[in-house]
Nanobody, 122 residues
Framework: VQLVESGGGSVSAGGSLRLSCAAS????????MGWFRQTPGKQREGIAA????????WYAGSVKGRFTISQDSAKNTLYLQMNSLKPEDTAMYYC?????????????????WGQGTQVTVS
């Protein structure tokens, strides 16, 4: 089982980035996935989640209207489109797979995590 994030980098405030998370090795295609971010000394923050069946999405207030989570089932890839980036969006970003019945924004709802990709906004 593996989750591999990519697409991070450095961008100026107001710019955009698209993060990708490629999932592999799962016996069945993950149905519920999410994106988290973390800065040093702070707790991991749930920012977006999706349920593949039904297409439901959830967002933290800090990113709602700026970030969009989506999924390409054919490619088994999760995306996070980030627009209007702010310096406070600077963090390590992680994708994860959760149990669908659990709370989407809690880290302990998730069983599998990627290694993270750094996003820096200046």
């Amino acid at each position: 089982v593996q989750l591999v994030e990519s697409g991070g980098g450095s961008v100026s405030a107001g710019g955009s980035l698209r993060l990708s998370c490629a999932a592999s090795g799962f016996p069945t295609r993950p149905n519920c996935m999410g994106w988290f971010r973390q800065t040093p000394g702070k707790q991991r923050e749930g920012i977006a989640a999706i349920r593949r069946s039904g297409g439901e999405t959830w967002y933290a207030g800090s990113v709602k209207g700026r970030f969009t989570i989506s999924q390409d089932s054919a490619k088994n890839t999760l995306y996070l489109q980030m627009n209007s980036l702010k310096p406070e969006d600077t963090a390590m970003y992680y994708c994860a797979v959760r149990r669908c019945w659990s709370t989407w924004y809690l880290p302990n709802s998730y069983d599998y995590w990627g290694q993270g990709t750094q996003v820096t906004v200046s």
